[in-house]
């Protein structure tokens, strides 16, 4: 359904819907790891994009999503921590070869 039959249906729950395009939805995770890819400065380089990262970021379901993503990576071992039979069994090396 798009923005026009939503607000002709009346339906507000479908026209925040069709407002979250597709591109949007990919570009988030990228966006969101800005200053691990180019680095602190970068951010201040692209204020428009923190502006708009912050608009996707204060709604609900983001929200949620990214308590979500936290949680399971406070279960989970960091690469940084793993050991050589974790990283082994990851990989698929050594013992854990297929």
Do not use: H
Not at 56 to 66: E, K
Request: glycine share 8%; net charge positive.
């Amino acid at each position: 359904m798009t923005g026009r039959e939503a607000s002709r249906t009346g339906s507000r729950r479908s026209s925040a819907v069709s407002a979250i395009r597709s591109p949007t939805l990919r570009l988030c995770p990228w966006a969101r790891e800005v200053d691990a890819f180019l680095g602190e400065p970068a951010e201040a380089d692209y204020p428009k994009l923190m502006t708009w990262l912050g608009t996707i970021n204060s709604r609900p379901a983001a929200t949620r999503a990214l308590a979500a993503v936290d949680e399971v990576r406070a279960k989970m071992t960091q690469f940084d921590k793993a050991g050589e039979v974790d990283r082994d069994r990851r990989f698929g090396r050594g013992r854990d070869a297929a």
